[in-house]
């Protein structure tokens, strides 16, 4: 038995939707690797995966991450760089 043991971490009041046991949960009951949210309600909470797909598409096809001469792979916009230049 491990001496220390990770706890979830979380608040009660926040949903969450376990990708592992693909189930909404409130507060800290999975560990957060497993955990989408928080959500402010169960049922946006139960709708993490069609969100987090939306989310991926949106991304996928935003204009500002796209350049024409390197296919699709091209540099983040300034205003999304981090403090230091790069993303």
């Not at 560990?31 to 949210?37: E, T």
């Not at 169960?42 to 001469?69: C, I, L, V, Y």
């Amino acid at each position: 038995m491990a001496l220390f043991r990770k706890r979830p971490t979380g608040n009660p009041g926040e949903w969450y939707y376990c990708i592992r046991h693909q189930k909404v949960e409130e507060g800290p009951e999975c560990p957060a690797r497993d955990r989408l949210g928080p959500y402010p309600t169960p049922g946006e909470a139960a709708q993490a995966m069609d969100t987090a797909r939306q989310r991926n598409e949106d991304w996928e096809t935003d204009p500002r991450w796209q350049s024409a001469e390197a296919g699709g792979e091209g540099e983040p916009p300034a205003e999304d760089r981090g403090p230091s230049g790069t993303s």
